[in-house]
């Protein structure tokens, strides 16, 4: 007795059809399979996910075998991915799928009994939490004295640009300076853009931001012991002062990381208005 498959098999030879033997999915069968549903061609994939003619057609042809995060997110935005189609495209190419980002308010809402005691014990001193896109999750009040305006603007790379941080910060080309090259280490550290894209486009409004972006590639990865000092105004007494600045990575909160930033008074320093 011939089982089932094999009965099959000879019945579609005997009719004049060619077999040809099954194969399993591939990351370069999906993406071409993708490609072809949305009429879209190669080269405008390539296009939109920023990469060369020659990887997409070495990425369909199963020669590349495991393409980076950053390259995955980019096609699935390109070819408009539900969240499915994203997952299976991360599982073909054996990357992990980035969990993802929380939002700020999630954030909050996340924050330990712990975590929001450590802002309140650091007074009179200067403590908050910011997310990865430099979004403020929480502050003590003399960090919100310090930075009058943050919490509205609710961005400190946004805020850096507003007359109220022109009015405090005293040194604000300097500090400019340092966020634009942490910015830059921070996008080329991350596989996922899209808050990128979105954060620059808001800074895009500056021109002051367009002119500082185009003629400064530096990129740092955090402020650094060289660089402790930030030299404010007090907005209520006019009065300039020094604060030790200490940047970090903090405990996470629902998984996900905060950074945190201490800046301790100096006592007995007086900084100098220009």
């Not at 620059?200 to 530096?218: C, I």
């Not at 402020?223 to 002062?241: E, S, W």
């Not at 200490?246 to 320093?269: D, M, P, Q, R, S």
Request: aromatic share 8%.
């Amino acid at each position: 007795m011939h089982n089932d498959s094999s009965a099959s098999k000879q019945f579609a030879i005997e009719m004049g059809a060619r077999v040809r033997p099954l194969s399993r999915p591939t990351l370069g069968r999906y993406i071409r399979a993708a490609r072809r549903r949305t009429k879209m061609s190669m080269n405008r994939l390539a296009e939109l996910a920023q990469v060369s003619l020659s990887y997409v057609v070495q990425l369909e042809h199963g020669d590349k075998k495991k393409p980076s995060t950053g390259v995955l997110e980019a096609i699935a935005r390109a070819l408009e991915l539900d969240e499915d189609g994203r997952w299976a495209l991360f599982q073909l190419a054996g990357v992990e799928v980035p969990a993802p980002t929380p939002t700020v308010e999630e954030l909050r809402h996340g924050l330990t009994p712990n975590q929001r005691y450590t802002l309140i014990r650091a007074e009179p001193h200067l403590a908050a939490y910011f997310d990865s896109r430099w979004n403020l999750v929480a502050h003590n009040s003399a960090h919100e004295r310090a930075f009058p305006g943050l919490a509205e603007v609710g961005n400190e790379q946004l805020w850096m640009f507003t007359d109220e941080a022109r009015d405090v910060l005293l040194d604000r080309d300097h500090e400019i300076a340092i966020r634009i090259a942490c910015l830059r280490g921070r996008l080329a550290m991350s596989p996922n853009t899209d808050w990128a894209d979105e954060l620059l486009g808001a800074l895009e409004a500056y021109p002051e931001f367009r002119r500082r972006w185009s003629r400064d590639e530096r990129m740092a990865f955090g402020r650094g012991p060289a660089d402790p000092f930030m030299t404010l105004l007090d907005p209520v007494t006019r009065q300039p002062y020094l604060v030790r600045v200490n940047e970090f990575v903090t405990g996470k909160c629902g998984g996900y990381a905060l950074h945190g930033f201490i800046g301790c008074k100096e006592v007995g320093h007086h900084a100098e208005v220009a």
